[in-house]
């Protein structure tokens, strides 16, 4: 193995690359010197290694060995190329099927508890040896683009490095699991050796101010799918803790009994702390009567001074004792909150600053360092150091967007379990180290990192964003917002025209019977004063209420197979902000409608006559939920079905005394007496999308009745 | 009651109209005449009642009372009318439906066993008269247009009046079921008063030939639906029985024990002997030792020469019996035979003749009369004094469509259950005593119905064009034969088309994996020389080897509701005739097929790849059924579903080591081996109809690979 150790500043001074600035030419030497830097790291990481057959055991129970991370950083570039039709032909099938699918907290998957055959550590150094000289060779040779952006190639280039960043992190964390006897020290690497008392920790004020998140397509910089978008927040002033919790605090929580305290914990957090049995930080070694931490590859004296390193479990179980203790009302930073500060600091993004401006991208140390060495103003570590876990839960910023070469990087994250840490540690380079990185694990999950407390008025603001998955919701979700479907128009915004057209320029009070999730009840706001819209499905009304109230709401869409899209809706996009207020969405039953549902201009029975098992009960005095004048609109295609309606309450579709009565006619008896009928019957074809090339026509009649 | 039998020749002698002849004025007073005469007829018949309540009890247990016919004539009328939209308002909603449906066998309705709360009978009459009127009001309103046909409103009022006339006859074999205190002889009756002998039977010759069958569209005179079309069949030279089988003939049956013998009798004939304990015809009367016969009002000695009246199952077992005595293969005559004994008696058709030539039309008697009265040519009672069974269940003949205002007139009685009666009787008026009437009933029914038994070496040809209603087959049926569906071309045209073009004017074999009911294969056949259409289900697989054996299928397609519409299939329509010898239709697996699959030129994996358990099976071994250079084409959505294929078996659409793998590319992968991908892939929607008003798309991805 080269030797890597020798150019310390070549090795650990890098960044991320600005990837709209200089040559074509430039930019392909920026990008292979970025690729082998990060090749070597990864590989110098592993040289902690004293017995090598230690990266076969499971450093962590619920993770893989060692070996399969040494081998994955290198596969994921092979088989990305190879989805993104770069390269044609795989290295190795095997290895890139093994070494393929990681066992981690970025993504979903539950444990495989397969037997892994690992191959030796030779095979995996040639493989890796191959994959480098491979992805060199596309670097020299594909055609380069500037500015280089998510649709190029070279974009697929800096996911795996960017990738390879990651796991550099996190297998860092997994060695730090290992047994010492399997380690040793890492060449050139520079353990922090001030380890003095703990500061006393103190709050200090925030000013308030505007917050924005979220980076547009044009950012310079290389960014994971969930940095896009746009996140607005104003916050009021709040106070957070001059330093991050140090070892020094946080050992008062220990020693107050908090480990045994149910009290200061979360549900899910008393349930993690006694599966595992904490007494204390998991890298917290209780020797005799002295504490010590364990580091990557060795154990040093409790640096007291240093940031805790704990999950998020233990760090909100801190601040509730903390608001205890102190009678304030303590709790986390949000990722709010966080960027507020970071703004007010003024800090350079990483690839623009001259030197790390804190204890991160590896230029300061190779381990934590006290909470009061980098100062940004009056904080301490807004960047750097360790991580900071957050009260936020990671979801998608409004636009969010799925990288098509990675479509599952974040999306199995939003699920409301998997809170954000912000800021980078010592040890976070190239993307994670910049302004706009958002990683986020499981509440019980380790990193390198810790926690800042503060006490705010600002709510934590929880985005309910889980991709909404339930087949049937879906469908309409799809049909209602999603892209064009086989080119056929849009039936919900249609009908809700067609009804805006036949009202003649007058407007007033809607009523949208059997919305779904709710389109076309915007889509008569665009005309009508005030529209409600109702549906017996409560599951679908859910998502209505959810776009009116967040302006944002999301859904999973079944392609083909188990392969799926990620969408996501928006108000803005669809030009629907300023309907907001004239909207309402409720679950309702159109067969027993309750009496408020009354004075209104137009009444639009939208595909719901065949949906409600007793049709009859609301056309026969639906003409009293009608102003004077109003109109009566009727939209279905008449597929009466026994399992909705039993037979004796259809409309028409039936034999009576052996003649058939057709539904279109059934309803002008049944009509006749409150409505005259107005125009001549329209027909919209309404599509259900049940995957990428199968969909349901519905050929809805529609027919107009004016109240006499 | 106005007295009707005054006029004897008005009553009687009435004829169905020519309704191309004359002018629109002629016209409309002969439909008023005809009119007015069938609804003094049918009141004429309920002179019958000595006692009026009598038309309250049930003749038949499984029957309406009487009082239901006489109200149903006239409801029909005004039904039907509203139907049609010639009139817009009812007389009596009450009496339109509690006299609309009738239980009998012209229907398929089971018994309806409500109680029914007859009304007065003067309510009827009044009604009656109030119906009469208005219908005389239509006829001299409605503006008439010559020649008037199946589209024109007076069809309407034809079908009105014809249907009145079926009922005169029906009715009165109910009454001949009440009991004789109840009745009184109608007016202007005359009873057959010839009763001797029966004459001894004998088979004679009948010349073979060509027997066409069916009307055209043009036809002059009314018709019901069952009548058009086209049906030809070339007999051979057979035997036909001089006579109609006479009661004294019969007795002979009676007598050997026939009713207590079992292998006389078919199984559906024990089982109805063995149900009514019959063991004599049911209108014979055994009083002391003399035989009697029951006549419509009156009981009369056993008249030995008069035909017998039975249903088809004693019919059968006569023959049988007969069969045994004289060691001579005997049966009734097929519907094909007795068009070849009237064709060459060259009768002439009801309206064109001076005198009913038999005894018919109630021109004659009000009675049967002796076999032997009315000759023609060698034989007697071609047509007239009762009907004669036939060996053949009723069908459709090619080109049959149901009148959309009389939708179930013959289609429920197609079932292989009906079998025709042919020739009419007595009492059988209108249409019925024409030649093309085609009436059939159950076989264990009565009419005034007998048989003639012929010795014939032609075939009973039983189409089984029973309506398919399996609603997944019948989407098949409608989605590759049906009507044009929603502007969208016929995929399974198209698909061959497409296949075809790609050959370049090479032929040879080809298989049709996935055919469903079979049009693909079809369409091959148009250039291929020999075109095999396999599919997994067996009831898909059944119609497309009807459609060939027969040239013609059937199916029901669900409409709206319960409403339906019925279609039949030709080969003729489809121009499809001459490629009847280039296809094979078998079940087949797909996921397992047999070795003779092979040597073929073109294999087209049609729709099927996401329906088969094991895909990969077959794509690995596709290219060993292909002659060199021969074509593989795969049309699919790739929609896959864990319920048809397990996962491990999915061709693609999942996630392999973490990255998705598209059905389309892992082909290409599959493929690459043993073929060349030629062209571009090409897109065809195919739609599969649920309803009038929903139907299904797959959105078909067609790929072209040939061998290397």
């Known amino acids: 193995m080269k030797t890597i150790t020798a150019n310390r500043k070549e090795l650990f001074d890098t960044r991320t690359l600005i990837l709209n600035a200089g040559t074509a030419d430039e930019m392909r030497q920026r990008i292979l010197s970025y690729f082998h830097q990060t090749f070597d790291i990864d590989e110098h990481l592993f040289e902690v290694f004293a017995d090598e057959s230690a990266m076969y055991k499971r450093a962590d129970p619920l993770r893989h060995p060692l070996i399969f991370y040494f081998g994955h950083t290198a596969v994921f570039f092979i088989n990305k190329l190879i989805l993104s039709k770069i390269i044609d032909n795989r290295i190795n099938p095997k290895f890139e099927s093994m070494f393929a699918v990681g066992v981690d907290e970025m993504s979903w998957d539950d444990l495989d508890m397969n037997h892994y055959d690992w191959p030796p550590i030779d095979e995996v150094r040639a493989y890796r040896k191959q994959v480098r000289e491979r992805v060199d060779q ?53 353990i922090c050796d001030e380890n003095g008392q703990a500061p006393a920790n103190t709050l200090l004020p925030v000013d308030g101010g505007m917050v924005e998140m979220g980076k547009d397509r044009e950012h310079p910089l290389y960014g994971w799918d969930n940095e896009y978008g746009q996140h607005k927040v104003e916050l009021k002033p709040f106070k957070a803790s001059k330093y991050l919790c140090s070892n020094g605090e946080f050992l008062e929580f220990v020693e107050a009994g908090g480990y045994r305290e149910e009290k200061y914990w979360t549900e899910e957090g008393w349930s993690w702390r006694s599966y595992k049995e904490a007494e204390h930080p998991l890298f917290w070694i209780k020797d005799s009567n002295a504490w010590k931490l364990r580091l990557v590859y060795n154990e040093i004296a409790m640096p007291w001074s240093w940031p805790v390193e704990i999950n998020y479990l233990e760090a909100k179980a801190f601040s509730n004792w903390k608001s205890e203790v102190t009678g304030r009302s303590i709790r986390l930073a949000t990722e709010e909150e966080w960027y507020r500060m970071r703004d ?31 100062a940004f103003g009056n904080f301490y570590d807004i960047i750097g150091n ?171 869409f079944p392609e083909e197979g188990e392969l799926v899209s990620y969408h996501q809706i928006n108000l803005k996009d669809l030009n629907m902000e300023a309907l907001t207020k004239k909207v309402a969405f409720y679950q309702a039953d159109a067969s027993n409608l309750k009496d408020l549902y009354t004075g209104y201009d137009l009444i639009l029975l939208n595909d719901i006559l065949d949906e409600m098992y007793n049709p009859s009960k609301l056309l026969n005095q639906v003409h009293e939920r009608l102003n004077d004048g109003g109109m009566l609109v009727i939209a279905s295609s008449y597929n009466w079905d026994e399992e909705r309606t039993e037979k004796s309450n259809w409309v028409g579709g039936y034999r009576e005394d052996g003649e058939p009565v057709w539904t279109r006619e059934a309803l002008n008896q049944l009509l006749s007496e409150h409505f005259e009928q107005v125009d001549k019957d329209e027909h919209l074809p309404s599509v259900l999308p049940y995957s990428k090339r199968k969909y349901e026509v519905k050929n809805i009649e529609i027919s107009f009745w004016e109240k006499r």
């Open 138 to 190: 596309v670097i020299r040779e594909t055609p380069l683009n500037l500015p280089v952006n998510w649709k190029s190639p070279f974009w697929v280039i800096m996911m795996g490095i960017e990738h390879a960043r990651i796991h550099l992190e996190t297998s860092s964390v997994l060695i730090r699991q290992l047994p010492l006897k399997y380690l040793k020290p890492v060449g050139g690497w520079k």
């Open 344 to 374: 007010l600091a003024q800090i350079p993004d990483q690839p623009y600053w001259d030197k790390a401006p804190g204890n991160i991208n590896m230029e300061q140390y190779q381990s934590p360092c006290p909470v009061n060495e980098f």
């Open 386 to 556: 360790v991580w900071q876990w957050t009260e936020t839960p990671i979801s998608g910023f409004g636009g969010f967007k799925v990288h098509p070469f990675y479509d599952d990087f974040s999306t199995p994250t939003f699920d409301l379990r998997h809170n954000l840490i912000k800021g980078g540690s010592w040890i976070s380079t190239g993307n994670e180290a910049t302004r706009d990185a958002r990683y986020a694990f499981r509440r019980h999950f380790y990193q390198h990192a810790g926690f800042r407390y503060v006490e705010s008025e600002n709510q934590v603001v929880i985005q309910r964003d889980v991709y909404e998955t339930d087949p049937e919701v879906v469908r309409y979700c799809h049909a209602q917002y999603g892209p064009g479907l086989h080119g056929v128009p849009n039936y919900h915004q249609a009908i809700a025209e067609m009804c805006i057209e036949r009202m003649h320029g007058k407007t007033g009070r809607a009523l949208d019977l059997g919305c779904k999730t709710g389109r076309s009840t915007w889509e008569l706001a665009r005309a009508f004063d005030e529209v409600t819209g109702l549906d017996f499905t409560a599951r679908n009304i859910r998502l209505a209420i959810e776009l009116q109230e967040n302006g944002n709401m999301q859904y999973i």
